[in-house]
């Protein structure tokens, strides 16, 4: 199912088929959409995104990848400028192979990490190899 199945306002209707896609889009519904690798290796979905709400800005997309029926599965915290819309296909591409992702810095669902612990942004923004805040990036 992609963000336009779940488009219960109508807000895509205007973009079906034509262009890049929106520029702005609802939260809800990208909770789900797939991500992959450059190479179109299935990498998870989406399972939340997380707000900075000292700024306003989408910190992160959480990622879950592996296990089978939510049993067994890590989570993952991908910065959003780590991520590229893929308008196209209805989905998002992250410039990690499948390999690289089971040694990302990852974690439960029982087990949150401090989202907003500095080390735990460095460790992740040099993971990724992305630098600065989510505005310094646009969505294509």
């Not at 963000?3 to 939260?27: E, I, V, W």
């Not at 592996?66 to 819309?85: H, M, N, S, T």
């Amino acid at each position: 199912m992609s963000y336009t199945d779940r488009d219960t306002y109508g807000m895509y209707r205007r973009y079906a088929g034509s262009g890049p896609g929106p520029t702005l889009m609802g939260a809800k519904t990208l909770v789900g959409e797939d991500v992959v690798s450059t190479s179109d290796e299935n990498l998870g979905d989406i399972k939340e995104i997380m707000l900075d709400m000292r700024n306003g800005q989408v910190a992160y997309a959480v990622l879950a990848f592996g296990g089978f029926i939510g049993l067994g599965e890590k989570l993952f915290a991908v910065p959003w400028q780590a991520l590229r819309l893929d308008a196209a296909n209805k989905r998002f591409i992250l410039n990690v192979e499948k390999n690289q992702l089971a040694n990302a810095p990852g974690f439960d669902k029982d087990n949150w990490p401090d989202m907003g612990d500095q080390s735990w942004v460095q460790q992740l923004n040099s993971f990724y190899g992305v630098t600065g805040t989510s505005n310094d990036r646009t969505m294509h």
